[in-house]
């Protein structure tokens, strides 16, 4: 089992900057990639960013390329997204993901999201 716990979501001016976190926990030892993800109220989940473990560079959505940075810190199991000159469509619920890849399929852990509102 896999758990993770986001924090950091919050209310900032468009412009402004925030940087979510996601604790991770439990049997992260054959991860393949961990990544944050958004979905707006009556919509699909959509990924903001993504990075492979030991792989090549993380990649992003087109509308998040260049504002938004994904990082980990690995001795800390801690996953982290800097979100820079934000915007109003910024605003939903974010969430992190941790992806297993088996020979059986894929299986995807959530967190329960934290809230992100950019004002105009």
């Known amino acids: 089992q896999v758990q993770l716990v986001e924090s950091g979501g919050g209310s900032v001016q468009a412009g402004e900057s925030l940087t979510l976190s996601c604790a991770a926990s439990g049997s992260l030892f054959n991860v393949n990639a961990m990544g944050w993800y958004r979905q707006a109220t009556g919509k699909e989940r959509d990924l903001v960013a993504r990075m492979t473990v030991g792989g090549l560079s993380p990649n992003y959505a087109e509308s998040m390329q260049g504002r938004f940075t994904i990082s980990r810190d690995n001795a800390k199991n801690l996953l982290y997204l800097r979100m820079n000159s934000m915007k109003p469509e910024d605003t939903t619920v974010y969430f992190c993901?941790?992806?297993?890849?088996?020979?059986?399929?894929?299986?995807?852990?959530w967190g329960n999201g934290t809230l992100v509102t950019v004002s105009s």
């Open positions: 993901n941790a992806a297993f890849l088996y020979t059986t399929g894929r299986k995807d852990y």
